[in-house]
């Protein structure tokens, strides 16, 4: 199945036109590292000043001096793009600048799912509204370096969890921002899984006779461990990280063409994490018996 994995992923680099990187290595695999370091990313935080972004945002850049294309990532419940470097930096290896989205974490778990689409899409506004140049002074002010720009022109979406249904709403309702393609990891339809946000932008369940309003090109990644709970004592009703009913086939089957979905049969919900993440967050969410050890890990990142 992970030999499979190359289609989607370079039909949506070539979206991209992420085509320099792998002309550089005749023998480019998806599953290993890119030709370009990765310094740890750059924090542009929300000051509230002139030209700060309305929400901090995480950027895993390329140390080589370009003019990239850039991939915004909303990740899951409670997280934050740090979470995740070791995935985000493999991304952006491969010549991709990567924007993690950092709306606080209290205020994502306090405010309900058509807001925080909300939040994230003024971080797009933002960015979008003068070609990324006020976010350009604000990325070198904090240490980025400055033969480094954002073509928005080239522009796409990766979401997690219920960053995914953040992402759906955005481009549902709100604007597709002139991306050229969005990738869903595990995506989860409203806030949580018990259900206490009723926000969901389909019914539960897969409803093919209903199509979402947008048809950007996705790729929809499961894992599929996702839709299993932890085994703790019964009264603690403890659900699953992606329950089948508001993930996977339940967005799958409303997209458009084109589309894919790539099943990921070995791993869980969380298991793309860094490490100490990981290990907290698995107190929550199923891991997958691949990602048993670093290796395993690593080619699901």
Not at 161 to 177: A, E, Q, R, V
Not at 181 to 199: N, R, S, T, W
């Amino acid at each position: 199945l992970l030999a499979w994995l190359w289609v989607p992923v370079l039909w949506l680099l070539l979206l991209l036109d992420v085509t320099d990187c792998i002309a550089q290595n005749s023998q480019w695999d998806p599953l290993a590292r890119g030709p370009l370091d990765v310094p740890p990313p750059i924090a542009v935080r929300a000051t509230g000043k002139q030209g700060a972004p309305p929400f901090g945002v995480q950027v895993f850049a390329p140390s080589v001096d370009g003019d990239y294309p850039v991939l915004a990532f909303v990740p899951g419940f409670l997280y934050r793009p740090s979470s995740c470097t070791l995935f985000l930096s493999h991304v952006a290896s491969h010549g991709v600048v990567v924007l993690g989205i950092e709306v606080p974490i209290l205020k994502r778990a306090i405010e309900g799912a058509a807001a925080r689409a909300k939040n994230v899409a003024e971080v797009m506004q933002y960015l979008k509204a003068d070609e990324a140049a006020s976010f350009t002074e604000a990325f070198r002010a904090a240490g980025g370096h400055r033969n480094l720009t954002f073509d928005l022109s080239r522009l796409g979406f990766l979401a997690h969890s219920i960053g995914g249904h953040t992402t759906m709403y955005i481009l549902n309702w709100i604007s597709c921002f002139g991306a050229k393609f969005a990738i869903f990891m595990d995506p989860v339809d409203g806030l949580d899984p018990y259900g206490f946000e009723k926000q969901y932008l389909l019914p539960l369940g897969v409803h093919p006779n209903i199509t979402v309003n947008f048809s950007t090109p996705v790729a929809v990644l499961i894992s599929g461990y996702a839709h299993d709970a932890l085994k703790y004592p019964h009264f603690l009703h403890w659900p699953a990280c992606a329950p089948d009913d508001r993930s996977g086939l339940h967005w799958f089957a409303s997209l458009k063409q084109p589309k894919w979905l790539v099943n990921l049969t070995d791993y869980g919900h969380i298991d793309f994490l860094d490490a100490s993440e990981r290990d907290s967050a698995g107190r929550v969410c199923s891991a997958g018996p691949a990602a048993g050890n670093r290796a395993g890990r690593d080619v699901y990142r």
